[in-house]
């Protein structure tokens, strides 16, 4: 009945996630508290991409005209679909897990239950997605009305900013599990989320970049999950899907692994 | 009883060590928790209370010893464990964001109880709490004694057969804390198995039939209230009253401050 010594336990944490579908109770709960906000944050969904679309879009894109055969506007929509879907993941997963693990100790609850590390953490993750799914609509709603869509294929591109999100939200979540406060973010946002907005493809081709910088930016995901949506939502038709697809969702595989190890050794010390 | 399960201890600890960087906070504790009973462990702040708490519930993986907690290896099993007991931590962790029947719901569904199955449970639980006319209340709104009470229930909501609870009423008035004896009596009388840790030698001496006294991560002795008294009465002679809780512990851990 009595169990035997345990094994030192770095070399648990060091184990692979176990999956399982508890991970619905904490999406759940976040859920229930979005919903309690939802307006002003489904509002500001819509705020933000409008202004981009009108500065970007109108303003820059009555000097620049078209991208190939593609007016600005509607390039910069396509886009803008793919960054906000990053921004909008990485920021739940950053700052809001933050606050659920540390100042409201939320998780900490959810320990005394029972859930796993691995439960909290998957469900942070895709809840996280989650949001980049609601905040890419809002811009594809937008772009629709201004009828800068192709057509009814945009709506394909909801999976792919889906498994876009759990990418960004695994790799966010890394930062989150070895961060001692907010400020730490910042880092982040420097170093890895802003060169990679610039770099991928949202506001000028890739192919405009030296050759060296654009295969640098092809090692991060953003540049992928643009490749395939801005196709689906302009009325084109995405190349090479397969490819691009694998390249969020290694991003969300082996950074989920990371991050959930990491998580263990500081949550079950 | 029959049931071979309840035969078992609640917990059975025996040589559990847990060391932070080469130290050891909890140095080789043998425990034993019979069901049905309220035991409490006493320490000074530091004394590995919350760790050997933490290590019941599975949250701190031990580095030595055997750890039972109701007939399941600890921490191997701890989820399951942890499915049949309720938590009462010392820091307030409740949703803020939640009203208080929210909070009881939301909490319900970490255990896969839906809404539907534990609503009739959430009426009773907040009577029980005196929480009835505050239950579409929101947390930031309550009393530190209300939300103490709603974090109570909270770690009843899964009718749990042991509850361990870390400082119960630290930080409450006298009337919240009679309150909250008044339940933990009440739940020690349904035949739950209690473990709580305190600073107070009263709540020790009115709620627990044994206690452990913690010091430096050692049990420095385990017995009930009165044969620890009593055993101690014999070294303090030169009381001119009678010896009581607080005198046993300050001649096992000494007067010196911990922090």
Known sequence: MTAAVPPPRDAAHRRLPRLSLRFLAVWRRNLRVWRRLMLPSILGHFGEPVLYLLAFGYGLGALIGHVGEMEYIVFIASGIVCSSAMFTSSFEALYSAYTRMETQQTWAAMLGAPLDVDDIVLGEAVWAASKSLVSASAILVVAGALGLLGGWQAVLALPVILLAGLGFACTALIVTAVSRSYDFFMYYFTLVLTPMLLLSGVFFPVDQLPALIGTLAYLLPLAHVVEVVRPLVTGGTPEAVALHLAVPAAYAVVSFTIASRLFRRRLLR | ?259
């Open chain 2, 1 to 259: 009883m029959t049931d071979p399960a309840a035969t078992t201890p609640a917990v059975l600890a025996e040589g559990l060590v847990k060391r932070y960087g080469g130290v050891a906070v909890v140095d080789g504790i043998d425990l034993t928790v019979r069901r049905g009973e309220c035991f409490g462990l006493l320490g000074p702040n530091g004394a590995g209370k919350t760790t050997t708490l933490r290590m019941l519930l599975g949250l701190t993986p031990p580095d030595g010893g055997r750890l039972t907690v109701l007939g399941e290896p600890v921490p191997l099993r701890a989820r399951e464990v942890r499915a049949r007991v309720g938590v009462v931590p010392q820091a307030d962790n409740l949703d803020p964001d939640f009203t208080v029947r929210e909070n009881l719901i939301t909490y319900a569904s970490y255990f896969g109880l839906s809404k539907r199955e534990v609503g009739p449970r959430i009426d009773a639980l907040l009577e029980f709490a005196a929480l009835d006319q505050r239950s579409a209340a929101r947390v930031p709104t309550l009393s530190g004694g209300m939300k103490r009470r709603l974090t109570l229930v909270r770690a009843l909501i899964n009718d749990p057969e042991l509850v361990v609870l870390d400082e119960p009423s630290t930080g409450l008035d006298p009337q919240a804390r009679q309150h909250i004896w008044q339940r933990l009596r009440q739940l020690r009388a349904d035949g739950r198995t209690l473990i709580l840790t305190t600073h107070y030698m009263d709540e020790a001496e009115r709620l627990c039939d044994r206690l452990a006294i913690m010091d430096r991560g050692r049990v420095v002795a385990c017995d009930t209230p009165e044969a620890l008294v009593a055993a101690a009465a014999a070294g303090l002679r030169y009381l001119q009253r009678p010896a009581n809780l607080e005198d046993v512990f300050l001649q096992l851990t000494g007067h010196d401050l911990r922090e």
